[in-house]
């Protein structure tokens, strides 16, 4: 197994200019999510998605989109970006069963600068 | 809204020497997870700790998850320079589902 995969691994975006962060798992799970890292600041969830066709809302989510098509792919989507968009972003995965609450499983992380 | 706080955000040890970062919840968790990142790496999962009280071992590391369930700690017996890194608590989000919502770490560094 692969695990979660992350594509690109660095990236450097001019203002205004748009991308999709690619983040694919191959062990099934039901659960993924999308977290940005500032230096100091922790992890600081985006969006999440319980399931092929659901997504919601986390902490984080203006400026940034996400679709779930397939149980492996969850896509970020980042339209008009801003200097403020400049961070790593984790891509996670888990397998919760009756909304517990189970280990995350993080890709390797995409760095990213607008500038 | 919720939040999970970490102290110390730095501690510097020399190898050898005990080391010890603790986690608070402004809400009570009903368990609470422990990560690790190496400079430059992504969050791996170590432990979690999900009985009031509960305290779990694994080599040098000691977990404990405090018996009111709003704070743990995570203790380093005699640490090596391979315990370099950043260690987070994790607990569920009230407001995301089964989302977790993470600490800010505790970074440790080690001199030999």
């Known amino acids: 197994n692969a695990g979660v995969t992350q594509t690109p691994k660095f990236r450097i975006l001019k203002i205004g200019q748009s991308m999709t962060l690619q983040c694919a798992q191959d062990m099934n799970h039901n659960y993924m999510y999308w977290y940005r890292q500032d230096p100091g600041m922790g992890l600081k969830l985006i969006y999440y998605s319980v399931g092929a066709g659901i997504t919601d809302k986390g902490e984080v989510p203006n400026g940034y989109n996400v679709s779930r098509s397939t149980t492996e792919d969850f896509p970020l989507r980042l339209e008009l970006a801003a200097p403020s968009q400049t961070s790593v972003y984790f891509c996670?995965?888990?397998?919760?069963?009756?909304?517990?609450?189970?280990?995350?499983?993080f890709g390797p992380g995409t760095r990213l600068t607008v500038l | 809204g919720q939040q999970v706080m970490q102290i110390p955000q730095y501690q510097h040890v020399q190898e050898g020497e005990d080391f010890t970062t603790y986690c608070n919840s402004s809400?009570?968790?009903?368990?609470i997870q422990w990560y690790k990142q190496r400079p430059g790496g992504h969050p791996v999962f170590l432990i979690q700790l999900v009985k009031s009280g509960e305290v779990k071992k694994q080599k040098r590391l000691t977990f404990q998850f405090g018996e009111a369930k709003k704070n743990s700690s995570l203790h380093i017996t005699a640490t090596q320079t391979t315990d370099v890194g950043t260690y987070f608590c994790?607990?569920?989000?009230?407001?995301?589902?089964?989302?977790?919502?993470f600490g800010k770490g505790t970074t440790l560094s080690v001199s030999s």
């Open positions: 996670a995965s888990s397998y919760n069963r009756d909304r517990v609450v189970d280990t995350q499983y």
């Open positions: 994790a607990g569920p989000s009230n407001q995301a589902g089964t989302a977790l919502i």
């Open positions: 809400t009570t968790l009903s368990n």
